[in-house]
């Protein structure tokens, strides 16, 4: 069983930087690949970002990149997102996610992923 915590989140205005953290407990020597994803009001879930175990290996969405950047520190059980230039259409909940297949690359769908955090909200206002 794997547990995680996604905290970091806030209101913000545009143009700002926020950091986003999401930290792992219980199993976590079965996590492989770790992603984010996000959900606003009348949408689907989409990817933002995703990283392989070792962080060689990233994707970022198309609306992020650039602005972007995940990374993660395993010693910590911890996966990052680094958020700057913070855009209105940025707002939504934002999940982390991990998931226990090994020696694959980034998976880009939620249904690849095993295990989610319940989220944390980031709203940036212009």
């Known amino acids: 069983q794997v547990q995680l915590v996604e905290s970091g989140g806030g209101s913000v205005q545009a143009g700002d930087s926020l950091r986003l953290s999401c930290t792992a407990s219980g199993r976590t020597v079965s996590i492989s690949g770790k992603g984010w994803f996000r959900q606003a009001p009348g949408k689907e879930r989409e990817i933002v970002a995703a990283?392989?175990?070792?962080?060689?290996?990233?994707y970022y969405a198309d609306s992020v990149k650039g602005r972007f950047t995940i990374s993660r520190d395993n010693a910590k059980n911890t996966v990052y997102l680094q958020m700057n230039s913070l855009k209105p259409e940025d707002t939504a909940v934002y999940y982390c996610a991990a998931d226990r297949t090994p020696l694959s690359g980034v998976k880009l769908t939620p249904i690849a992923y095993d295990y989610w955090g319940q989220g944390t909200q980031v709203t940036v206002s212009s």
């Open positions: 990283i392989n175990w070792s962080g060689d290996s990233t």
